[in-house]
C-alpha cells in the first residue's frame, strides 16, 4: 500500500511558476513509477508527466512539453512536477499517482494509488 500527498498548488499569474511535490508513505516509493495528472473542471482527468522507478525515463504530455520537468527523489520518497511559463489552460486540480510498471504511462487506468490532489489555479 502507498499513501500520496500532494502539496505545493496555489493561485498564480500567467508566467509565472510552480513547484508540486507528491510524499510518498512506505519503504517501497522506490519500485513504484510515478505520474501526475490534472483534472480541470468539466473535463476528464488528463496525462501531465510521468518518471520511472529510478528516475532513468520521463515522459510528458505534448500540452507541456517544455514548460514542465518530473523529477524524483527515492531518499526522501518524493516525486516533483516543476511547471514553467504556467498559462490559464493549466487550471486544474494535480493529482500524483502510482504504478509498479510504466508501460502505457498516459493511462490513468494503469496506476494503483493516487494522492487526494492539490489545486493550480492560473490567472491570465
Known amino acids: 500500500q502507498v499513501q500520496l500527498v500532494e502539496s505545493g498548488g496555489g493561485l498564480v499569474q500567467a508566467g509565472d511558476s510552480l513547484r508540486l511535490s507528491c510524499a510518498a508513505s512506505?519503504?517501497?516509493?522506490?519500485?513504484?513509477?510515478m505520474g501526475w495528472f490534472r483534472q480541470a473542471p468539466g473535463k476528464e482527468r488528463e496525462f501531465v508527466a510521468a518518471?520511472?522507478?529510478?528516475?532513468?525515463?520521463?515522459y510528458y504530455a505534448d500540452s507541456v512539453k517544455g514548460r514542465c520537468t518530473i523529477s524524483r527523489d527515492n531518499a526522501k520518497n518524493t516525486v516533483y512536477l516543476q511547471m514553467n511559463s504556467l498559462k490559464p489552460e493549466d487550471t486544474g486540480v494535480y493529482y500524483c499517482a502510482a504504478e509498479r510498471s510504466l508501460l502505457r504511462p498516459g493511462r490513468a487506468d494503469e496506476y494503483d494509488y493516487w494522492g487526494q490532489g492539490t489545486q493550480v489555479t492560473v490567472s491570465s
Open positions: 512506505g519503504r517501497t516509493f522506490s519500485t513504484y513509477s
Open positions: 518518471i520511472a522507478r529510478g528516475g532513468g525515463s520521463t
